[in-house]
């Protein structure tokens, strides 16, 4: 059973370009969740997706953006890169009606660093 | 704002020794708590959730709720280096969507 799946794993981007991360979810789930994690901070959320639809965003610019598809995986988009953006980029998958129950599973993560 | 507290370390118990993590919350209608261990550069894995109040053990863990004082904590029992590792509290507010994090708390178990 496939867990969540993360690419690439590292990268490394200039200021002011844009970057694509994606995510395959775990099977069998069907949304999907976003977070940033900086080095020695916890994960802070970006936004979650369920049935192709942004259900909910934390408090991130519109540079961040991002899309499910039918399948379920989902990728991330992000615009205009700040060396701020240097950070973990952690996908979490759990199926919708379960979640408050069975929390989240995440992916490996991407290393994005921003020079 | 919704804001979870923890301890951020780094805590050190020798091998064998009882490692206690806490972790406090702003939201009081918060309804499932979660514990994440993260190992250096690893992303986080579950280790517990936690619904009711009292305590929830499984193996060597045992967490333990209390929502009247909006304070959730982890125990390890026996631990081993192994168990070394930054532990992340999380809370969902009861919408399934957006889990806040702690900073997590950093263990080391010395052999």
């Known amino acids: 059973d496939a867990g969540v799946t993360q690419s690439p794993t590292h990268l490394i981007k200039t200021r002011g370009q844009q970057v694509t991360l994606r995510c395959s979810p775990k099977?069998?789930?069907?949304?999907v969740s976003w977070y940033q994690q900086a080095l020695g901070q916890g994960p802070q959320f970006i936004f979650q997706y369920y049935e192709e639809e942004e259900r909910q965003r934390g408090n991130f610019p519109d540079r961040f953006s991002g899309h499910q598809f039918p399948n379920y995986s989902s990728e991330l988009n992000v615009n205009a890169l700040l060396l701020g953006d240097s950070a973990l980029y952690l996908c979490a998958s759990s199926l919708e009606v379960q979640v408050s129950n069975y929390g989240y599973t995440f992916g490996s993560g991407t290393r994005l660093t921003v020079v | 704002q919704k804001e979870v507290e923890q301890n951020s370390g780094p805590l050190s118990v020798p091998e064998g020794a009882i490692a206690s993590l806490n972790c406090t919350y702003s939201?009081?209608?918060?309804?499932?708590f979660f514990w994440y261990r993260q190992y250096s550069g690893k992303s986080p894995e579950l280790i517990m959730s936690?619904?009711?109040?009292g305590d929830k053990e499984d193996g060597r863990f045992t967490a333990q709720l209390n929502k009247a004082s909006q304070y959730v904590s982890l125990l390890i029992r026996d631990s081993q280096p192994s168990d070394s590792a930054t532990y992340l509290c999380a809370v969902d507010p009861n919408t399934g969507n957006q889990f806040y994090f702690g900073t997590g708390t950093s263990l080391t178990v010395i052999p």
């Open positions: 099977s069998g789930h069907d949304t």
């Open positions: 939201d009081r209608g918060s309804q499932s």
């Open positions: 936690i619904y009711s109040n």
